[in-house]
C-alpha cells in the first residue's frame, strides 16, 4: 500500500508552493507493473529517497522519469506513457502552484514543458545538498524544513518574486473556475494586451490560460475520484465544471489515453483520506485500503 503524507510550506513558500509530499510504501516492496501516467497541470521535484523506477516507456523527448535520483517534472500536456517500478517506494515531491516554479527559480516554465530533468543538472551541489538532507531526515516534517531552506534561498533572489503580477491573479481566478470565461476578461484583470498576456501567461506556467484550465479541471476530476471513489463520474464532471459526463470522458481520453473507467482500472486506483495522523511515526492502519491512502500533516517547529 502506499501513504501520502502531505504537508504545508512554510508560509513564506505559500504564494509559490501547493505543498510537500512523501509517498511512501513504508518497508514494504511494491510494484507498479506499467501504470499510466496522465497529463498534469502541475511542475514538481521529485526525490527518491529509496529505490528508483526501472523502466518508463515515455511519450516526448527528454520526458524519461527512470534512474532518477530527483528531477524536475514539468507540466504534462498528455499522458506521459507507463512507469514501471519493484521496489521500496520512498519518494519526496514539492508541488508547485501555477507559475511558483518561475516566481521562486526565475526559469522560464514553456522551457521544462513536457520535459523532465535530473535535478543536479539544472541546480548543481545545492539541490545534492538537500537530497542529502532528505534521505538522512527523521521525520517528514523535518523534510519539509529542509524544503523550505532550499526554496527560500533562492526565492530571496528573485526581487519581483512578491511584486504584483496579474499572471498569479488570474491563474487563481483559473484554478476556482476550472474554465476560461474569456481571455479578453483575463488581459483586462492583468492589465495586458491579450497577446502580451498570453505570453507572459506562457512562460510563468507553461502552457496557454485555455489549456491549463482544461488541466486544472482533469486533474481536479481524477482526483475527487481517487479520494472519494464512491461518487460517481455524473457528480463529480458536475462539481468539476464539465458540461456533462461524455466532455469528461472526451478530456480523460485526451490526457490519459483511457475512458475514466479504464484509467483508474488500469492502474488500480483506490485511494482514502486520513486527516487525524498528525505525524508520520504514527500512522493509522486501516485494513480495507489495499492500495493508496492521503494522511494531512501538521507542521512543527525546529
Same mark, same amino acid.
Given at each position: 500500500?502506499?501513504?501520502?503524507?502531505?504537508?504545508?510550506?512554510?508560509?513564506?513558500?505559500?504564494?509559490?508552493?501547493?505543498?510537500?509530499?512523501?509517498?511512501?510504501?513504508?518497508?514494504?516492496?511494491?510494484?507498479?507493473?506499467?501504470?499510466?501516467?496522465?497529463?498534469?497541470?502541475?511542475?514538481?521535484?521529485?526525490?527518491?529517497?529509496?529505490?528508483?523506477?526501472?523502466?518508463?516507456?515515455?511519450?516526448?523527448?527528454?520526458?524519461?522519469? !527512470?534512474?532518477?535520483?530527483?528531477?524536475?517534472?514539468?507540466?504534462?500536456?498528455?499522458?506521459?506513457?507507463?512507469?514501471?517500478?519493484?521496489?521500496?517506494?520512498?519518494?519526496?515531491?514539492?508541488?508547485?502552484?501555477?507559475?511558483?516554479?518561475?516566481?521562486?527559480?526565475?526559469?522560464?516554465?514553456?522551457?521544462?514543458?513536457?520535459?523532465?530533468?535530473?535535478?543536479?543538472?539544472?541546480?548543481?551541489?545545492?539541490?545534492?545538498?538537500?537530497?542529502?538532507?532528505?534521505?538522512?531526515?527523521?521525520?517528514?516534517? %523535518?523534510?519539509?524544513?529542509?524544503?523550505?531552506?532550499?526554496?527560500?534561498?533562492?526565492?530571496?533572489?528573485?526581487?519581483?518574486?512578491?511584486? &504584483?503580477?496579474?499572471?498569479?491573479?488570474?491563474?487563481?481566478?483559473?484554478?476556482?473556475? &476550472? %474554465?476560461?470565461?474569456?481571455?479578453?476578461?483575463?488581459?483586462?484583470?492583468?492589465?495586458? !494586451?491579450?497577446?502580451?498576456?498570453?505570453?507572459?501567461?506562457?512562460? %510563468?506556467?507553461?502552457?496557454?490560460? #485555455?489549456?491549463?484550465? #482544461?488541466?486544472?479541471?482533469?486533474?481536479?476530476?481524477?482526483?475527487?475520484?481517487?479520494?472519494?471513489?464512491?461518487?460517481?463520474?455524473? !457528480?463529480?464532471?458536475?462539481?468539476?465544471?464539465?458540461?456533462?459526463?461524455?466532455?469528461?470522458?472526451?478530456?480523460?481520453?485526451?490526457?490519459?489515453? &483511457?475512458?475514466?473507467?479504464?484509467?483508474?482500472?488500469?492502474?488500480?486506483?483506490?485511494?482514502?483520506?486520513?486527516?487525524?495522523?498528525?505525524?508520520?511515526?504514527?500512522?493509522?492502519?486501516?485494513?480495507?485500503?489495499?492500495?493508496?491512502?492521503?494522511?494531512?500533516?501538521?507542521?512543527? !517547529?525546529?
Amino acid at each position: 500500500m502506499i501513504t501520502n503524507y502531505l504537508i504545508p510550506p512554510h508560509v513564506t513558500l505559500s504564494p509559490f508552493v501547493v505543498n510537500y509530499v512523501l509517498s511512501t510504501s513504508e518497508n514494504e516492496i511494491v510494484t507498479f507493473d506499467g501504470g499510466s501516467w496522465p497529463a498534469s497541470n502541475e511542475t514538481s521535484m521529485v526525490f527518491h529517497l529509496q529505490d528508483y523506477p526501472s523502466s518508463h516507456s515515455f511519450r516526448h523527448s527528454n520526458s524519461d522519469f !527512470s534512474y532518477k535520483p530527483s528531477c524536475i517534472v514539468g507540466v504534462l500536456t498528455q499522458s506521459n506513457g507507463n512507469i514501471y517500478f519493484t521496489g521500496r517506494y520512498h519518494t519526496f515531491i514539492i508541488y508547485f502552484k501555477a507559475n511558483g516554479f518561475h516566481k521562486i527559480f526565475g526559469i522560464p516554465s514553456h522551457e521544462i514543458t513536457n520535459k523532465i530533468f535530473c535535478s543536479d543538472d539544472v541546480f548543481g551541489n545545492s539541490v545534492h545538498s538537500l537530497h542529502e538532507q532528505l534521505l538522512h531526515a527523521k521525520s517528514f516534517q %523535518q523534510m519539509a524544513f529542509f524544503a523550505d531552506a532550499f526554496l527560500i534561498k533562492f526565492l530571496n533572489r528573485q526581487k519581483a518574486a512578491y511584486s &504584483y503580477d496579474g499572471v498569479t491573479a488570474v491563474a487563481k481566478d483559473l484554478v476556482s473556475a &476550472y %474554465q476560461v470565461s474569456s481571455i479578453e476578461q483575463y488581459a483586462y484583470k492583468a492589465n495586458m !494586451s491579450v497577446r502580451n498576456f498570453e505570453r507572459r501567461f506562457i512562460e %510563468q506556467v507553461g502552457i496557454s490560460p #485555455k489549456l491549463y484550465s #482544461k488541466l486544472l479541471r482533469f486533474n481536479e476530476a481524477m482526483l475527487k475520484k481517487s479520494m472519494h471513489p464512491e461518487k460517481s463520474w455524473t !457528480s463529480i464532471a458536475h462539481e468539476c465544471n464539465y458540461y456533462d459526463q461524455m466532455h469528461l470522458i472526451k478530456d480523460f481520453k485526451q490526457f490519459s489515453g &483511457y475512458t475514466p473507467t479504464e484509467f483508474f482500472k488500469e492502474n488500480k486506483v483506490l485511494n482514502n483520506q486520513d486527516t487525524n495522523s498528525p505525524v508520520i511515526d504514527s500512522p493509522k492502519s486501516n485494513n480495507n485500503l489495499t492500495q493508496e491512502k492521503f494522511v494531512f500533516v501538521k507542521r512543527v !517547529s525546529f
